[in-house]
């Protein structure tokens, strides 16, 4: 079974920054496209950013300007997160998300999801 396994998650301090990882557990997802999605409470999933396999190209959310920066290691397995100068409006479950290709930004765009990593951030 397909596991994405998120980390990193936690308590930060508004302005603060943290950075995520998830760790895919089959080689194939080396060749995949890879993400983040976001839920705050009492809100839907968002996307946040997506990476190709190549690293080559990447796409974020409207909302993120430069303030979030995907990235990927093949030679690990792993995708990453970098979130500078956070807000507390950021504060949600972030999941690692995967697919063979890119095919927007829904949520159904995505066949596997990690369990998810929790961010707080406080004022």
């Known amino acids: 079974q397909v596991r994405l396994v998120e980390s990193g998650g936690g308590l930060v301090q508004a302005g603060n920054s943290l950075k995520l990882s998830c760790t895919a557990s089959?080689?194939?997802?080396?060749?995949?496209?890879k993400g983040w999605f976001r839920q705050a409470p009492g809100k839907e999933q968002e996307f946040v950013a997506a990476?190709?396999?190549?690293?080559?190209?990447?796409y974020y959310a409207d909302f993120v300007t430069s303030q979030f920066t995907i990235s990927r290691d093949n030679s690990k397995n792993t995708v990453y997160l970098q979130m500078n100068k956070l807000k507390p409006e950021d504060t949600a479950v972030y999941y690692c998300?995967?697919?063979?290709?890119?095919?927007?930004?829904?949520?159904?765009?995505?066949?596997?999801w990690g369990q998810g990593t929790q961010v707080t951030v406080s004022t």
């Open positions: 998300v995967g697919n063979i290709n890119y095919e927007g930004t829904s949520p159904q765009s995505f066949e596997w």
């Open positions: 089959e080689d194939r997802f080396k060749r995949y496209v």
């Open positions: 990476i190709d396999w190549s690293g080559g190209n990447t």
